[in-house]
């Protein structure tokens, strides 16, 4: 979701201008940016078997699913490495999001001296260094 500031929001204009310069930054592994965010995902199930492919025809599916839960990604990418990492869980809690941030710490970039984490998520607004 995108968030339009007020006309002459100058708080605003910083704020972003200082996430933006996150971008900028050369890549060093000591000091890692890494984007979070996290969503929520409906689970669907054929209500009916495809039809299988024939010569010339490609398999069918009908339109007609069955809702089969919800299911929570937490997914983390740092750009400048082009890695990603998404965790999957079946509810949304700050437990999850902790374990998460906890796994990113001390086994995805061990090494960081501190990892700059950007997130735009349901929780969380904003941006931290760990």
Same mark, same amino acid.
């Given at each position: *979701?995108?968030? @339009? ?9 910083? $704020? ?18 890494? %984007? ?14 495809? !039809?299988?492919?024939?010569? /010339? $025809?490609? +398999? ?6 069955? %809702? ?12 400048? +490495?082009?890695? %990603? &990492? !998404? ?7 700050? +437990?999850?999001?902790? $374990? /998460? ?9 061990? $090494?960081?001296? %501190? @990892?700059?984490?950007? *997130?735009?998520?349901?929780?969380? &607004? /904003? /941006?931290?260094?760990?």
């Amino acid at each position: *979701m995108w968030c @339009i500031p007020a006309p002459a929001n100058a708080a605003f204009v910083c $704020q972003m201008e200082t996430v933006l310069a996150v971008y900028r930054r050369t890549s060093d592994l000591a000091y890692p940016v890494v %984007r979070m965010d996290e969503t929520s995902e409906q689970c669907a199930r054929e209500a009916r078997d495809p !039809i299988p492919a024939k010569p /010339g $025809q490609s +398999e069918r599916y009908d339109v007609e699913y069955e %809702r089969n839960g919800v299911t929570h990604l937490l997914a983390f990418y740092a750009p400048f +490495e082009n890695w %990603r &990492h !998404i965790d999957i869980a079946d509810n949304h809690t700050a +437990e999850q999001w902790a $374990q /998460g941030v906890r796994r990113l710490v001390q086994e995805d970039y061990p $090494q960081a001296t %501190r @990892i700059t984490l950007v *997130m735009d998520n349901l929780n969380t &607004h /904003g /941006g931290t260094s760990l």
